[in-house]
């Protein structure tokens, strides 16, 4: 008997391996928006997100356990552990069970959840608020979440400051310590 999902699947993982890195290597931060329910390799895209937005029917699983793999596919044992700690990141790799909204956002996999009717303008306002911040220390930000995973806490500190150093060189920087000092709001400009 042919199963065409083995053969669909074994076609689709390279591509979803290309996004996978893609989401995990782009500077720039990602908030995605989840809707009831996203399982499957959904649950792999939500961890390569740095923002994550559900509605409280939302739903993941980690489910390579259930069809005899390892619960180690696609970075979930180097993602899942940084979101929820290494016991619930093992409870979840291990036994392949779902993870309902309000406990996934109890243990910071989700940011935040919505009605379903409030998820759109809630993730447009999340967009609107890191647009209108300083764009450039977010991008540093970005690297240094990425760079960091393999660094030291000696090594952490060292590439922190360098960060600090470059983007104490914008003109962001600039605008909004004259704004702290006079007590106004800063206007960043991303440069």
Request: with cysteine; charged share 20%; proline share 4%.
């Amino acid at each position: 008997m042919k199963n065409t999902n083995v053969v669909r699947n074994y076609y689709v993982l390279p591509c979803c391996l290309l996004l996978l890195n893609l989401c995990v290597e782009i500077v720039s931060y990602k908030a995605r928006v989840f809707g009831d329910p996203y399982l499957r390799t959904g649950a792999i895209m939500a961890m390569a997100s740095d923002l994550r937005l559900a509605t409280p029917g939302a739903k993941c699983a980690f489910l390579f356990t259930r069809v005899g793999l390892a619960g180690c596919d696609m970075g979930a044992c180097a993602m899942l552990p940084r979101i929820v700690g290494q016991g619930r990141a093992a409870e979840l790799l291990y036994t392949g069970r779902v993870l309902r909204a309000e406990e996934g956002e109890r243990w910071g996999f989700w940011n935040a959840l919505h009605p379903a009717e409030a998820l759109e303008e809630a993730a447009l306002v999340l967009a609107r608020q890191l647009a209108a911040g300083p764009t450039f220390a977010h991008g540093i930000t970005k690297t240094q979440l990425n760079q960091e995973w393999n660094m030291g806490l000696e090594q952490a500190i060292e590439a922190e400051a360098q960060a600090q150093a470059i983007c104490m060189q914008t003109r962001d920087f600039e605008r909004a310590y004259h704004a702290f000092v006079a007590k106004e709001t800063p206007v960043f400009q991303g440069d």
